[in-house]
C-alpha cells in the first residue's frame, strides 16, 4: 500500500521487480500522468489511483494488464479532448 505517500510521477521500470504483485494501492498521491509501459505486472489484478492529479493516460496503458478485474481512477482532474 503505497497511499498518502506523495508520489509525484512512475518511473516504467518501478514495478519490474515486482512480478507477483496483485493489488497496488496509490490512492492520495500527486501523480499526475501515467506514462505506457508503466504497469507491467502479469498478475496485477488491482490498481486504485483514485484521488491523485492525473489529467493524461497513455493510450495502450493496460495492454498488459490481462488479470487486471478492477481500477479505481475517481476523484482525478481528467483533461479530456
Sequence with gaps: DL???HISSLDTSLLDRLSGLREL???G?????LPRGV???GPLSVLDLSNNQITTIEERICD???NLTQIDLSSNPFECD
Design 64 to 66: 498488459n494488464l490481462c
Design 39 to 41: 504497469f507491467c505486472c
Design 29 to 33: 498521491n500527486r501523480i499526475n500522468v
Design 25 to 27: 494501492y496509490l490512492q
Design 3 to 5: 497511499s498518502k505517500n
